[in-house]
């Protein structure tokens, strides 16, 4: 979903729910596989100035909903550019 569309700057975000089975590891004692409910959310940034000059900024978190002080940021993406004609 759009946030912003504009000639100068798009925001997106988008955002969903997962179940996830994570597995600790053969070293666990007891093994066991627990079961994980988690949503996910990720904003989009883009801005381009001129012709020249864009930036990127793409961030994902993923907050655990069955277990809440589980959770995960990522940047996947950063992006400087200034281009030459």
């Known amino acids: ?9 798009r925001l ?7 179940w996830q089975a994570t597995d600790p ?5 007891p093994p066991s596989v627990q079961d994980l409910a988690a ?3 990720v904003v989009d940034l883009n801005v381009f100035e001129f012709k020249k000059t864009n930036l990127i900024l793409r961030a994902s978190f993923f907050p655990a909903i069955s277990n ?9 993406q950063m992006r400087f550019t200034i281009s030459r004609s």
Request: net charge positive; no cysteine.
């Open 1 to 9: 979903m759009f946030l912003m569309n504009s000639d100068r700057t």
């Open 12 to 18: 997106s975000l988008a955002g969903g729910l997962v």
């Open 25 to 29: 590891g053969v070293n666990v004692v």
């Open 39 to 41: 949503g996910v959310i």
């Open 68 to 76: 809440p002080d589980r959770g995960r940021i990522t940047s996947t």
